[in-house]
């Protein structure tokens, strides 16, 4: 009898861990294949935290974010329908038994915010993260401990279906949001969002207020100084620079959209987020830039001429890297300058086109989906184009799962049928 209800317990404890792992697992793996041009930036950032900079400016940032978000949430399936039941349980200790010690070396060094894991979706400290993957190494060791009392919700017959079609879904859907745009923004500038109202800092709120810390060094020794402890010992050499946060405060969602005219160093801004259209051509490196629709944009710019709106394209690229666009793509419309990062989170596209209307996005395109000629037929207060057209989380989460489920019924529907035509014809054979 105690050992009948040890064994229930080992279950209940078992099968609790693995969809505690699995729901994990297939949110950050979905994240990061709904934006694998985030991720892509994340392992930008890690490289750069290691000193590997000749890593990060190259493909693998692409391939690492790629195999992160497919092999999680592979992982995350397997385990969800109790599938692989000894393949499943190893990756799993293995992505926690790399990824504790990690978010603890974040945490206490702090290199990087946030670890990225969930993307734009969830933002923790490192601290949390840490506190998070502390569990999910406790759940992984379970699991891999009792694998064989992960309760199957699928026939043998299946294993192989569902775990076929849950690699090459999530490999599509990657490549699918990295051509174009991801389905769900989790960013400060999704459609709808009126970038004035998130600039505001409500009146009376307190500030942030941080601190810069200078690094020198002498004699092989480094040193933390402040502003007010700077060395007058000129022997000691600067290292770096980092900036602590010392007090919290109110900071607004907004806070580093400034946009600058490259031709006079006019403060664009509020124009931009005032008028009533404006096109941005979103480009954090032109010499990076896909130029694949130049046609179509500078279409665009010329639409944009015959009916009076404001376009831009806005850029972190020097004024070379301008010049040399220009003559290349043929250009002709004007260009200002912003910051690169807050370029990065506005549009996962380089270029990506935005269309602002009195300060609010109410159009998002990537490079392989920009408006032609047969969509720009009239102006703007007359097509469908210029209005605010949102779709809600509730009908993109429904027809995602539509996306996965409904393909996985009909293929499992044939294999059935496939099956059960096998067994007759061995029958008759008999």
Request: glycine letters at 6%; a negative charge.
């Amino acid at each position: 009898m105690e050992n009948s209800c040890l064994n229930k317990v080992k279950i209940l404890w078992t099968n609790v861990c693995r969809f505690f792992l699995a729901s994990v697992f297939i949110f950050s793996g979905f994240i990061k294949a709904n934006d694998p041009m985030g991720t892509v930036f994340k392992v930008q950032d890690y490289f750069e935290a290691w000193r590997l900079l000749d890593w990060a400016q190259g493909f693998l940032p692409y391939v690492v974010a790629l195999v992160m978000g497919v092999v999680e949430f592979v992982v995350g399936t397997y385990l969800f329908f109790g599938i692989r039941r000894r393949v499943a349980p190893i990756l799993a200790l293995l992505l926690m038994s790399f990824m504790t010690p990690l978010t603890l070396w974040l945490a206490i060094d702090n290199p990087i915010s946030d670890c990225g894991c969930f993307g734009d979706a969830v933002i923790l400290s490192n601290w949390e993260t840490f506190i998070k993957n502390i569990f999910l190494l406790i759940a992984a060791i379970s699991v891999y401990k009792w694998n064989q009392m992960i309760v199957k919700l699928v026939s043998n017959q299946m294993d192989w279906l569902i775990a076929l079609y849950s690699t090459v879904f999530v490999i599509l859907f990657s490549i699918g949001s990295l051509h174009r745009l991801p389905i769900f923004d989790f960013r400060p500038y999704h459609l709808g969002s009126d970038i004035r109202e998130k600039m505001e800092i409500p009146e009376g709120a307190k500030l942030p207020v941080y601190e810069t810390v200078l690094i020198y060094e002498k004699e092989g020794v480094k040193k933390e100084f402040t502003i007010d402890t700077y060395p007058e010992d000129s022997s000691w050499v600067f290292v770096d620079s980092k900036t602590l946060l010392k007090e919290k405060g109110f900071v607004p969602e907004i806070s580093d959209f400034t946009i600058f005219s490259q031709e006079d160093g006019v403060d664009l801004t509020e124009n931009v987020l005032t008028e009533d259209y404006v096109f941005l051509l979103v480009s954090p490196w032109l010499e990076r830039a896909d130029d694949s629709g130049m046609d179509l944009i500078n279409e665009l710019y010329d639409y944009c001429q015959d009916h009076g709106y404001r376009f831009v394209c806005v850029t972190s690229s020097s004024d070379d890297a301008i010049a040399n666009w220009q003559d290349y793509t043929g250009a002709e419309y004007p260009f200002a300058t912003m910051d690169e990062i807050t370029l990065k989170t506005m549009i996962r596209s380089n270029p990506g086109l935005m269309l602002l209307k009195n300060g609010v996005v109410i159009g998002k395109w990537g490079v392989s989906s920009l408006p032609d000629e047969y969509q720009l037929t009239d102006s703007l207060d007359k097509m469908p184009m210029g209005q605010l057209m949102l779709t809600s989380v509730t009908h993109k989460i429904l027809r995602l799962l539509a996306w996965y489920f409904i393909p996985l019924l009909l293929f499992t529907f044939a294999d059935l049928l496939w099956l059960r035509r096998k067994s007759e014809q061995q029958k008759n054979k008999k």
